[in-house]
Nanobody
Framework: QLQLVESGGGLVQPGGSLRLTCAASGFRLDHYAIGWFRRAPGKVREPVAC???????????DSVKGRFTISRDNENHAKNTVYLQMHDLQSDDTAVYFC??????????????WGQGTQVTVSS
């Protein structure tokens, strides 16, 4: 079964950090662009970050630039994961975070697989 599973969400105080993990089963993430999206309460889903497949180019929405990074686990090929490292989290970052895979390898492409999401809550 082809699926993506997110993990690493939780409750964190403002200014804190979290690392989200997107793990794939049934297919190799190397061939996919992987995007992170989020949906805050009462808002539509928005793209947060993306890493392309071939050249590893990364993209970030303006509100997270300088605070979030996205990376593949290139050191351990077997892990088949992508990470979203989040620093200096603020209340506006509270949302359900989803990862998604685009087989075309480009961040601007259509996304073929989606995870179920992981909740991130930033609160004191």
């Amino acid at each position: 079964q082809l699926q993506l599973v997110e993990s690493g969400g939780g409750l964190v105080q403002p200014g804190g950090s979290l690392r989200l993990t997107c793990a794939a089963s049934g297919f190799r993430l190397d061939h996919y662009a992987i995007g992170w999206f989020r949906r805050a309460p009462g808002k539509v889903r928005e793209p947060v970050a993306c890493i392309s497949s071939r050249d590893g180019i990364t993209y970030f929405t303006d509100s997270v630039k300088g605070r979030f990074t996205i990376s593949r686990d290139n050191e351990n090929h077997a892990k088949n994961t992508v990470y979203l490292q989040m620093h200096d989290l603020q209340s506006d970052d509270t949302a359900v975070y989803f990862c998604a895979g685009s087989f075309g390898g480009l961040c601007r492409g259509a996304y073929d697989y989606w995870g179920q999401g992981t909740q991130v809550t930033v609160s004191s």
